[in-house]
């Protein structure tokens, strides 16, 4: 009983947060590393050059404007740079999973540092090497890696020479990633994620598009994506038929309200736009009519290609993968009080408590999650984040005694193994986000930690990055070592 016995246990991260070396190794640049931090009460910058060669800082990326190019500025601190710089400290980092017991780790390969400008016709070889001693390093301590392919970055010169996934060459030039490192790797990865979350892609940063409120725009660049995974798909299982190759979406999870039918359509209809629709491309094959009704409805005409049916079809995912943190309550009714942050925004829920980031807390939401995604598609599911961002305190001991996090995942565990033992539901694997400090994606901020191991860094990239295991990394390892039994 409880978990099954290969359960997937572990870690996540991405590149564009922890891996730093944001120019070593020849490394491009990405668009994430375009990006300034920020904090709560401050949103995160791009810094643009407009066509003029004037500079100009934005804060929403939506409004990059058609012909600026998001630049590197040297008087601004951008935190991909060194983020928590994995990409000295991979070793240790690896034998600190090691030593907690995990089975897995999630990680990205960071696209520029393959191919540095996205369209170049021969990888970049040292940026090979690096992913093959880190997956070595992993396979040394019984480590599974789990590889997210696109985690919220692109390469900077697509946005700019081809305003990213609008243009559908960029298709092209993800599939030689893609047959790059399926081929070279296929040894020693087995489980692939596409893209990370999939759904909340819809701006510069992450599309490189410009105009990105624009919905021709935004939808083509959609459908690029949609295309470009099941195109992936397909293409890893001719590779490696053995590879186990899964989608990434941010699953928040949406209530209504109340018992108005106007908030249950709402909801509905939330949760449509958000992720359903990108639920139902990659585990069905084809757009669902609801999201084909709306596009008509947008006079949003999708440039497609003859073949283009078939491939979605044919690239259906093997598993599902998601990001589980909070929940959001959809109301109809004028001034309800809002909830303090979110992922989304939404309505306070009464019923349950924030984080210090207004994150809502909601263990039982994710049972609700694997159960209706299990209703819904009868695919393996595995939860690739989830977790508390939260500050943490250094006792003078050196200490860190983050029980509020072991409390947030103890949770979030119970109700896992609920939908598995009581539910019946076919879990695969569990994640928890940042597993080592990282930067924030949100705010770009170093506070905002989620790890069972702090590193010395802060929110302007002061530190020595130190490791130093807080209280949780003990728990967690006794949690692994008991297979979830010990929580
Ligand atoms: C998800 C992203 C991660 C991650 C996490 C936590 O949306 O996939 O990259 O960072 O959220 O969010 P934040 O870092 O904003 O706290």
């Keep these: 009983m409880g978990f099954p016995e290969n359960f997937l246990w572990g870690g996540a991260t991405a590149a564009n947060q922890y891996e730093g070396g944001y120019l070593s190794g020849g490394k491009g640049l990405a668009t994430a590393?375009?990006?300034?931090?920020?904090?709560?009460?401050?949103?995160?910058?791009?810094?643009?050059?407009?066509?003029?060669?004037?500079?100009?800082?934005?804060?929403?990326?939506?409004?990059?404007?058609?012909?600026?190019?998001?630049?590197?500025?040297?008087?601004?601190?951008?935190?991909?740079?060194?983020?928590?710089?994995?990409?000295?400290h991979y070793k240790e980092d690896i034998a600190l999973m090691g030593e907690m017991g995990f089975k897995t780790f999630r990680m990205s390969i960071n696209w520029?540092?393959?191919?540095?400008?996205?369209?170049?016709?021969?990888?970049?070889?040292?940026?090979?090497?690096?992913?093959?001693?880190?997956?070595?390093?992993?396979?040394k301590y019984g480590i599974e890696p789990l590889v997210t392919i696109n985690h919220f970055d692109l390469p900077l010169h697509l946005a700019h020479q081809y305003e990213g996934w609008l243009d559908r060459k960029t298709i092209d030039f993800f599939m030689n990633y893609c047959r790059t490192i399926f081929t070279r790797y296929q040894h020693k990865v087995k489980y692939w994620l596409?893209?990370?979350?999939?759904?909340?892609?819809?701006?510069?940063?992450?599309?490189?598009?410009?105009?990105?409120?624009?919905?021709?725009?935004?939808?083509?660049a959609i459908y690029h994506l949609l295309l470009a995974s099941a195109k992936a798909v397909y293409l890893g299982h001719q590779i490696n038929p053995d590879f186990q190759i899964g989608l990434m979406i941010a699953n928040i999870l949406f209530y209504p309200e109340t018992c108005n039918p106007n908030d249950a359509i709402?909801?509905?209809?939330?949760?449509?736009?958000?992720?359903?629709?990108?639920?139902?491309?990659?585990?069905?094959?084809?757009?669902?009519?609801?999201?084909?009704?709306?596009?008509?409805?947008?006079?949003?005409?999708?440039?497609?290609?003859?073949?283009?049916?078939?491939?979605?079809?044919?690239?259906?995912?093997?598993?599902?993968?998601?990001?589980?943190?909070?929940?959001?309550?959809?109301s109809t009714r004028q001034n309800s009080e809002k909830s303090g942050g979110n992922q989304l925004g939404g309505v306070k829920n009464p019923y349950l408590e924030e984080s210090e980031w207004g994150w809502p807390i909601d263990p039982q939401g994710l049972r609700l999650v694997l159960n209706r995604l299990y209703d819904k598609y009868q695919l393996p599911l595995m939860i690739v984040e989830n977790g508390l961002g939260?500050?943490?305190?250094?006792?003078?001991?050196?200490?860190?005694?983050?029980?509020?996090?072991?409390?947030?995942?103890?949770?979030?565990?119970?109700?896992?193994?609920?939908?598995?033992?009581?539910?019946?539901?076919?879990v695969i694997g569990y994640t928890p986000w940042g597993c080592i400090d990282l930067v924030s994606a949100g705010t770009g901020e170093m506070k905002k930690r989620y790890g069972f191991v702090h590193v010395d860094m802060d929110d302007l990239g002061r530190g020595t990055l130190k490791r130093t295991r807080k209280k949780s990394f003990e728990w967690y390892q006794k949690v692994i070592a008991t297979n979830g039994q010990d929580l």
């Design 33 to 88: 590393d375009t990006i300034t931090n920020g904090d709560q009460k401050h949103p995160r910058r791009i810094v643009i050059e407009l066509k003029d060669g004037s500079k100009k800082e934005i804060s929403r990326f939506e409004d990059v404007p058609q012909g600026a190019k998001a630049i590197v500025d040297e008087d601004v601190y951008y935190p991909s740079h060194v983020a928590t710089d994995f990409y000295h």
């Design 112 to 139: 520029s540092r393959i191919f540095p400008h996205g369209d170049d016709s021969h990888p970049n070889e040292e940026g090979l090497k690096f992913y093959d001693d880190v997956f070595d390093e992993c396979h």
């Design 194 to 220: 596409t893209f990370n979350e999939i759904n909340f892609l819809r701006d510069y940063s992450t599309l490189g598009i410009c105009e990105a409120s624009n919905p021709q725009k935004q939808q083509q």
């Design 266 to 330: 709402a909801q509905m209809e939330m949760a449509r736009d958000f992720k359903d629709f990108y639920y139902d491309v990659q585990c069905r094959g084809y757009y669902p009519s609801y999201k084909l009704k709306e596009l008509e409805r947008q006079n949003v005409v999708l440039q497609k290609e003859d073949g283009d049916d078939q491939i979605l079809r044919l690239g259906t995912v093997d598993f599902i993968s998601f990001s589980y943190y909070n929940s959001s309550v959809i």
């Design 390 to 426: 939260a500050l943490d305190t250094i006792e003078t001991d050196g200490s860190i005694q983050d029980d509020y996090r072991i409390d947030y995942l103890r949770k979030h565990i119970q109700e896992i193994q609920k939908a598995i033992e009581y539910d019946g539901v076919d």
